[in-house]
């Protein structure tokens, strides 16, 4: 954990995250948890969530796991409910569940297109719509968890491209809705992450980890604390006068787009000749 942070920031607050039983997630689940939020993890597999959850109360904090899949708008808000009688109010709510799988746009079929954009972005409106009710308002904080394909085109990746872009535009138009009520709502947009079910689909071998690595101005992949680290920043009281924000956290790899990411590479390997 980044060390310009304090300790107990979220003391006394409770936070829901869907897609929180693993990855990117479930670090930040952990995050607010040892910050002293109680965290309500929400997810389709009822034993990867117990795990979780144990893992999460080990910090000394109320934690428990609510099976649903996002894309069920009753079973979804089923269980937001449940969160809300067990823990309280919403201060925190992440919606982070999401679906991945390189293919060409012809090679993929519709049914495979829409069931990313039905996970990605009908399920980040579903989780919103159905957790407003049970905010703190004011004060309550969304963070939509989105990609950096959302505003650098990647082949293979069309669905995800769609359905990020679209979680982001959502992100601002609840902003704008929601302010008046004292409710945040921004974007995180991840690059590549180390040890994450995604990175091992987009890189599954060392070569095109390689090959990956040098697109990134930084040389390298982000951790899953670093974005977790930037997620208690938004929800942080550091953050409170910013909403509508979709945050790039990506090294720096989506700056020039894919021909000027290939570019920079060249010109990189030609300095050092």
């Known amino acids: 954990m980044a060390k310009a942070f304090g300790v107990n920031l ?54 428990a ?11 979804l808000s089923a269980a937001i409910a449940s969160a809300h009688a067990d823990h309280g109010a919403l201060d925190i709510v992440v919606c982070g ?10 090679g993929m079929s519709a049914n495979g297109f829409k069931a990313v954009v039905d996970i990605d972005l009908v399920g980040t409106f579903n989780t ?22 959302a505003v650098s085109p990647m082949a293979m990746q069309s669905h995800v491209c769609a359905a990020k872009a679209g979680v982001d535009m959502l992100t601002r138009c609840l902003a704008l809705e929601w302010g008046s009520e004292g409710v945040r709502v921004n ?17 599954p071998t060392p070569e095109v980890r390689d090959h990956y690595t040098k697109t990134i101005p ?12 930037l997620a208690l920043f938004l929800v942080s009281d550091a953050a409170q006068f910013i909403t509508g924000a979709v945050i790039l956290c990506d ?17 990189k390997d030609a300095q050092k000749a």
Do not use: W
């Open 218 to 229: 930084l040389r390298r992949f982000a951790q899953k604390d670093e974005i977790a680290d």
């Open 251 to 267: 090294g720096g790899q989506s700056l020039a787009g894919l021909g000027g990411r290939l570019s920079a590479v060249t010109a």
């Open 10 to 63: 979220l003391a006394g607050k409770s936070a829901l995250i869907t897609g929180g039983g693993s990855g990117i997630n479930f670090a930040i689940a952990k995050r607010f948890a040892s910050q002293g939020a109680n965290v309500a993890v929400v997810g389709r597999t009822k034993e990867k969530l117990e795990t979780a959850a144990a893992e999460l109360r080990a910090l000394g904090v109320k934690a």
């Open 65 to 75: 796991g609510y099976p649903a899949d996002v894309r069920d708008y009753d079973a």
């Open 187 to 203: 974007s995180i947009a991840p690059g590549a992450v180390d040890d994450t079910e995604g990175m091992s689909r987009l890189a």
């Open 128 to 149: 919103c719509r159905a957790a407003f009710g049970h905010l703190r308002r004011p004060g309550a904080s969304i963070i939509n968890i989105s990609a950096m394909q």
């Open 97 to 106: 569940a999401a679906g991945n799988f390189p293919a060409p746009a012809l």
